[in-house]
């Protein structure tokens, strides 16, 4: 049975404030509102959007050095690592971090990735990122829930570059565990149902969806596994201001005309960058782009 915080004596309240790390005198202050308390000053915090990383490695590259990470900026669990940009850290504050970066290397492990970080932290994660660091690696669904783990109920943003995707990251499981993305790059050579699962869960309220299909192909054989009046209804049914976007490896010339015509009659070329776009399509070193409106 919890004990009443405000029956504790003063002193040891005092006390208690002299043996906890700031982040847990932030969230003591916050649980306990207003009420009077032996707690003393409030807590100071501050919410930064600068990345946070998550590395296995001791190490990391800052431009072109090489960093070496001291106890101080990082807290050893199960051989993962938090690095932390010691620049953004004051040691009278406590910082809520809320963007996530993450080495895909890391999730090779069997140990729980951890909560803290550092002292003077709170993850309040509403944007994660997954690296490009090794694509041969099975990133599977397991992985993707230790991150989830780690986000808020809020969290918006998942960009994952990494193209090593197992079958079970599919969109059912992503939008289970992140249930209120608006935003999602993905990889999705693992599956040819991402876009009847995407309508099949019903998923609305997206501002963009960035799609690439990475493995080589042609421009007869490019759009063999989609279905553009699915793409349609997909797009209808989010905000007027969503963006989908197809980024495909196309092997030899454009396929321009390829693409108009799978586009008829549900989506048309785009005059210019000022229209209403919401289908772009291009390829994947990003030299060459389609912009399309509804018809």
Not at 29 to 57: S, V, W
Not at 149 to 176: H, Q, Y
Not at 215 to 241: H, I, R, T, W
Request: aromatic content about 10%.
């Amino acid at each position: 049975m919890p004990f009443p915080f405000n029956r504790l004596p003063w002193g040891n309240q005092n006390r208690l404030r002299d043996l906890m790390t700031p982040s847990e005198l932030y969230q003591m202050q916050l649980a306990l509102g207003g009420t009077q308390n032996g707690l003393g000053q409030l807590q100071r915090c501050r919410i930064t959007d600068e990345r946070c990383r998550l590395y296995r490695l001791k190490f990391c590259y800052e431009g072109s050095s090489k960093t070496f990470i001291d106890e101080r900026t990082a807290q050893n669990i199960s051989k993962l690592v938090y690095y932390m940009d010691a620049n953004y850290l004051d040691k009278n504050e406590v910082t809520i971090i809320e963007h996530l970066f993450v080495d895909a290397s890391i999730l090779e492990t069997e140990s729980e990735v951890p909560r803290l970080i550092h002292p003077h932290t709170i993850l309040n994660i509403k944007l994660i990122f997954i690296g490009l660091q090794c694509d041969t690696l099975e990133y599977d669904g397991s992985a993707l829930k230790k991150l989830a783990s780690l986000c808020s109920k809020e969290c918006r943003g998942l960009i994952c570059w990494t193209k090593a995707l197992e079958p079970d990251v599919n969109m059912p499981l992503i939008f289970t565990l992140f249930p209120n993305l608006n935003k999602l790059h993905i990889y999705v050579d693992n599956t040819d149902t991402w876009l009847e699962d995407l309508l099949e869960i019903k998923v609305t309220g997206l501002e963009y969806l960035v799609i690439f299909l990475s493995k080589p192909g042609d421009e007869d054989a490019m759009f063999s596994q989609l279905n553009v009046e699915s793409l349609y209804k997909l797009c209808k049914a989010q905000p007027p201001n969503f963006l989908l976007t197809l980024s495909f490896y196309i092997k030899g010339n454009h396929a321009d005309s390829s693409v108009w015509n799978f586009l008829k009659p549900y989506f048309r070329k785009a005059q210019d960058e000022n229209e209403s776009i919401q289908l772009i399509i291009k390829e994947e070193n990003f030299e060459h782009r389609l912009l399309a409106c509804y018809a």
